[in-house]
């Protein structure tokens, strides 16, 4: 099936020039329709369908940046080529960083275009590609994953947190987890689970009167000296200067 193209360019003799050359290359491509600036071209877009907008840059009424931020805006995922003279590179710098998919320089030769045209094909492709090819509960919800992940922590006591176990429920190897964590919630996994601990210590602190090394053991660390050395790093305080001065600040009670 083929690929359908909106010309744009304020020069009818490029458009016809263009036209030609991409019938002559036989791609599976079509000029659908022309259009002399951009505010022409967008308001033709928003009532028809084009997979790729080829369009010039230095239009009146429209210039090519302006169509292309337009477009953009548009609930609708444009495809864009735009093509310039060599001085206007600033601007193609530009459109790049706005989306636009690829640029072509003036004048337009044969071979370039073929090349331009078979790339932005071949993407199309993988594309659709892709998005028939039935993905794994995985792939498809990172996120939800995450969400698991965070239950399981929830409901699991402290101490018997560890990587391993958390990403076998979720079926899913622990290092993969990992990187699924860090990219999902921008911190490691030992890291979140260090919080956890110390933020369940600090309430023990507060309020029981167990002894710290009662402490340490309850949220995972059967080393003391450890588990003081990550309360410090994360709080500032010891975990006995914590309580003391939690204390402290306990008013009196009046007779």
Request: proline content about 4%; some cysteine; charged content about 30%.
């Amino acid at each position: 099936m083929k690929k359908n193209i909106l010309l744009v360019d304020d020069e009818r003799w490029v458009r016809t020039a263009l036209k030609w050359t991409i019938n002559k290359l036989k791609l599976p491509l079509q000029v659908v329709h022309e259009c002399e600036n951009g505010l022409e071209a967008l308001d033709w877009i928003k009532h028809n369908d084009a997979d790729l907008v080829l369009t010039d840059i230095r239009m009146p009424i429209m210039d090519g940046l302006s169509l292309v931020k337009e477009l953009s805006q548009l609930k609708k995922k444009q495809d864009v080529i735009v093509i310039s003279v060599h001085d206007e590179f600033q601007f193609v710098q530009h459109a790049i960083r706005t989306g636009v998919t690829d640029y072509l320089l003036k004048p337009v030769e044969e071979t370039e275009l073929k090349d331009c045209l078979e790339k932005w094909l071949e993407m199309k492709s993988k594309e659709e590609t892709k998005r028939n090819t039935p993905k794994n509960e995985d792939e498809n919800l990172p996120s939800s994953t995450i969400e698991k992940v965070l239950q399981y922590l929830e409901k699991t006591p402290l101490d018997q947190i560890t990587l391993k176990d958390a990403a076998e429920s979720v079926h899913m190897n622990p290092s993969y987890l990992s990187q699924l964590f860090k990219q999902q919630l921008n911190k490691k996994f030992v890291d979140y689970i260090t919080e956890l601990r110390i933020e369940e210590s600090k309430r023990l602190l507060l309020k029981t009167t167990l002894r710290l090394a009662e402490i340490a053991e309850r949220v995972g660390y059967s080393d003391l000296a450890y588990f003081s050395n990550n309360f410090k790093r994360l709080t500032g305080f010891s975990p006995s200067e914590f309580r003391k001065s939690a204390l402290e600040k306990v008013p009196e009670k009046t007779p």
